[in-house]
């Protein structure tokens, strides 16, 4: 078999149940905002300004843990089998700390985060309680993250990718039951109930694998340290947390202009957020198998499944992109019952389209250079394409300017071509060594 189509089939294989675990993840948020959408349609602003905060330091926390991925696979090509549960155990604990620090920090702010920004205070009200409930289940899903990226460093994603699916029908019945009762705030607590199954469900999983003993998950096995284990992670924590700061300040900017804008951006953010995780299982499998042919001392081989993984994404990415385009009205209506809502997505739908590509092309190219050790370049690119470059673009065209969400959804446009660009740039500059 040719080097490239054995790579092309090594990654699918791996890639396909990550991108479906991670769709469950993002099914999670989507069943959220349909049935908020249909059922309490006035919540929609609460639910959106809820998710901003949380939602940065979840995706930091869950950059913190992306040692246990990478080096966990590393030891795996090393033939050190003990050493990938050893990595496990350790973001445990780091998973944790991380989840206490996130409810400390969002009890103790509250609403102000929001008024700070110049919000009003009865946006801002409901919105703080939104995110009250949403901190509790943070440290809960990175508990379930960093079980998740070691189940993958084993290259066995199926487990994580059943057990999400699983939380995906405890978070239905439990919005179904909330949501009319308490709205956004009943969402919340039908989030915080599906992360309690996730994390319990797939640590006993793993506890009772078979070979557990093999991998080192039942007893004190030898690992990374937690300086190892956070010298990858720190760098990926920083690079999330500016992105998704960036993108929080966007739905912040989004509130500004009014409430129609706040909930069609967040629409438009949770579709493109769903076919993300397309982009981030491929990720996924581009970092394994790129970490375990560094691990065994190939780098050629290395090379070969970071090219492919940027290929396939580009091909699967322009796939979604197409079809978003067909069935942009549908994809509108199935969000919200509201006419206007429903109109203002489907006229930004060709923006959220041509976002794709290049959005998983810069996650794919950064998990590439991660697991080759080039840690701080994508942090210092997504700073400059998504903290320093994207939310003054954002605030220029969309409020300066008078173009609302579509100027908005034009600096990320932007924001991810430069990020891709600049990334790949860098991975060809080391492959061609």
Known sequence: MPASLSFATSLLRLAWPVALARLGIMGMGLVDVIV???????????????????????????????????????????????????????????AGVAGLIAIAATWSFGARIYTAFGLDAELAAPSAEVMRILALSIPLHLFYCATAFFLESIQRPMASTIVMWGANGVNLALNLWLVPLYGAEGSAWATL??????????????????????????????????????????????????????????????????????????????LLAVVFMVALGLSTATAVLTSEAIGRGAPRDA?????????????FMLGFAVLVLVFAQL???????????????????????????????????????????????????????????????????????????????????????????????????????
């Open 303 to 315: 090379a070969r499944a970071s090219w492919t993984g940027l290929a396939l994404n580009t091909l």
């Open 331 to 433: 994809i509108a209506r199935a969000y919200t019952s509201a006419p206007i809502l429903v109109a203002m997505t489907a006229a930004l739908m060709p923006l959220a389209a041509a976002i794709l590509a290049p959005d998983g092309g810069q996650v794919v190219a950064a998990a590439a250079l991660r697991a080759r050790g080039d840690n701080w370049f994508p942090t210092a690119s997504h700073i400059l394409a998504y903290a320093l470059v994207m939310p003054p673009l954002a605030f220029y065209l969309g409020e300066i300017e008078g173009h609302g969400v579509a100027g908005l959804m034009s600096a990320i446009l932007w924001a991810s071509v430069l990020s891709v660009g600049v990334l790949t740039i860098r991975l060809w500059a080391l492959t061609r060594r």
């Open 193 to 270: 109930g599906a992360r309690l199954f996730l994390a319990g469900v797939l640590a006993l999983w793993v506890i009772s694998l078979r070979d557990g003993d093999r991998y080192g998950v039942r007893a004190r096995a030898a690992g990374p340290s937690f300086s190892a284990l956070l010298g990858v992670g720190a760098a990926a924590a920083v690079s999330q947390a500016a992105e998704a700061g960036a993108f929080s300040a966007m739905t912040i900017i989004a509130g500004r202009i009014g409430a129609d804008a706040v909930s069609a951006y967040q629409i438009l953010l949770n």
């Open 36 to 94: 908020v959408g249909q059922l309490a349609p006035d919540e929609l602003p609460h639910q959106a300004l809820g998710w901003a905060p949380t939602g940065v330091m979840l995706v930091t926390g869950i950059g913190l843990l992306m040692g246990v991925q990478v080096l966990a696979a590393r030891a795996i090509g090393a033939g050190e089998l003990t050493h990938a549960g050893g990595a496990w155990r350790r973001g445990m604990i780091v």
